[in-house]
């Protein structure tokens, strides 16, 4: 029996480490890791796919949570019925899952935990969303900041009056027509 980690963040301004400590800790004969979103699909989760595909019959595969599998909670469910059929365990570090020990209650119990998870994401991304709204409510703004000087934009908007074509301007000023656009829709 051969114990297989798998450590995955969304972006790459978060860490992995945390979790491929802990998969070491563990006793992992093998850990894969990769930086791809929650919401992206099976067939982009190459380290996912590799590690799923190491495991053989009487192995177990181990994540930091069991949303590390799947994008949702059918697909977390499936994830783990597919390795239950394939006679591979399932163990979370946060000690929510182990199917090795549930025997048939396995994919109960797995499915109750993903709905769980699918419920406790939801709820996260509606507070952010409220606290965006509200930020934005109060006038902060979002995105990035402006990379034109205010002797541009008046340039910008001079010679769109003189009837210049986006592209004329941009070429003239040598920046991009989208900035040339941007500035304007600023105005």
């Not at 009487?58 to 994008?71: C, F, P, S």
């Not at 394939?86 to 048939?104: N, Q, S, Y």
């Not at 939801?122 to 709204?133: H, K, M, N, Q």
């Not at 009837?163 to 004329?168: D, E, I, K, P, W």
Request: proline share 1%; glycine share 8%.
């Amino acid at each position: 029996m051969a114990l297989i980690g798998y450590a995955r963040c969304s972006t790459t301004k978060q860490d992995t480490e945390a979790q491929l400590e802990a998969l070491s800790q563990q006793g992992c004969d093998q850990i894969f890791s990769e930086y791809i979103s929650g919401a992206a699909p099976y067939s982009e989760r190459v380290e996912l796919q590799k590690a799923i595909a190491t495991c053989c019959q009487g192995d177990v595969l181990v994540v930091a949570k069991l949303d590390r599998l799947g994008r949702s909670m059918e697909d977390c469910v499936s994830r783990v019925a597919e390795l239950l059929d394939d006679g591979i365990h399932v163990k979370t570090l946060d000690d929510r899952v182990d199917t090795k020990g549930l025997g048939r209650m396995a994919k109960l119990v797995v499915g109750i935990l993903a709905a769980a998870a699918e419920i406790e994401r939801d709820l996260i991304l509606e507070r952010t969303d409220e606290g965006r709204r509200r930020a934005m409510d109060a006038g902060v703004k979002f995105g990035r900041k402006r990379t034109w000087t205010s002797e541009q934009a008046e340039t910008v908007r001079e010679f769109r009056a003189q009837q210049l074509s986006y592209g004329a301007i941009a070429k003239k000023l040598n920046i991009s027509i989208g900035k040339v656009r941007r500035i304007l829709d600023a105005a």
